[in-house]
């Protein structure tokens, strides 16, 4: 390991990343290929700003010119609590229950850069924490972090997929970490646990169906025969994650505070939050990802459940 890989790494560690891993920049052809596929599928929904970035994810060197490497850092948030299956329980994905992730590992991110250019004051860099056009999980798996699994999540060996991606694209040379490969096998259990069959083929996923890009991303009307089957999601959707075997077995409580889980975020009483005020929900989820969807969504996210609940009811008595 060259001396810089080696002084970054224990650098990240030091200030509580959990996962480091370094690979060069390069135009992506066959992750291109498949992502050209994807949104020739309509697979993105209505997230246009997809097509419109395809060129920049898909070529590191349009975000940052002079770019050679690519550092990739990942951060544990599970914490030991589980979703209610109380009937009236709102349920929200965990990456959610705490603090805005983006805040908390941009920091560690510019801490990191920081630091970089402190050891040499040629460097240029870009920070991003799933905000910016760049495939964090690629190459995620392109510095041996984790591989990307059959649900489209990050796995790691040490975490499951319980983790927080982010990357510092730099003109600077560093030495590659090795390519991750696929260790899901023969495993279907997150395509058959979809409530909505929203992935649609190993590694393949139709946002259009899926109840966390629905809850979150979605602005339109949401199709009425998938609303029955949210099961009390009200912000994302943790079912693909919580079913696979990584996830069972390697899960480690994280370190990081910021993401235990605010009173309102855990096992909301449905009810409760049908009357939430505005200044409730800005006070309530002040520095939350949650507050990106605005009072007006969160409350049509409750509503669906309560009708999805009572259009079920109907099913089952006729």
């Not at 009937?87 to 805005?100: L, M, P, Q, T, V």
């Not at 075997?245 to 409760?272: C, D, G, H, V």
């Amino acid at each position: 390991m060259s001396n810089l890989k080696t002084l970054l790494t224990r650098k990240a560690l030091d200030i509580g990343i959990n996962k480091i891993g370094f690979t060069n920049a390069q135009k992506l052809v066959k992750e291109a290929e498949k992502l050209r596929e994807w949104l020739s599928r309509n697979f993105n929904g209505e997230m246009q700003w997809m097509q419109k970035s395809f060129e920049k994810r898909v070529e590191p060197s349009n975000v940052l010119p002079d770019v050679k490497s690519i550092i990739v850092c990942a951060i544990n948030y599970y914490t030991p609590y589980q979703h209610s299956n109380d009937k009236f329980s709102g349920k929200i994905s965990r990456y959610a229950w705490g603090d805005d992730y983006h805040i908390v590992l941009k920091k560690l991110l510019v801490e990191l850069l920081d630091y970089l250019k402190s050891i040499d004051n040629s460097v240029e860099g870009k920070v991003y924490v799933d905000t910016g056009p760049v495939m964090e999980k690629v190459w995620a798996q392109r510095s041996g972090i984790g591989w990307i699994g059959k649900h489209t999540n990050l796995i790691t060996r040490d975490y499951g997929s319980w983790v927080f991606l982010g990357v510092i694209l730099t003109n600077i040379e560093i030495e590659n970490d090795e390519f991750h490969t696929d260790l899901c096998g023969s495993c279907t259990r997150c395509i058959d646990a979809c409530p909505t069959d929203a992935i649609v083929a190993p590694y393949v996923l139709d946002s259009n169906k899926c109840i966390s890009y629905l809850t979150i991303e979605h602005k339109g009307e949401i199709d009425e025969s998938l609303i029955p089957k949210f099961d009390n999601w009200i912000y994302g959707c943790d079912i693909c994650q919580d079913v696979c075997p990584w996830n069972k077995k390697f899960a480690q409580i994280t370190k990081f505070l910021e993401f235990y889980p605010r009173k309102i975020n855990f096992n909301p009483n449905l009810f409760s939050l049908q009357s939430i005020t505005l200044e409730d929900f800005r006070k309530n989820f002040k520095n939350s990802p949650i507050k990106r969807i605005k009072l007006k969504k969160y409350l049509s996210n409750v509503n669906n459940v309560l009708t999805g609940k009572d259009k079920s009811n109907e099913s089952k008595s006729s």
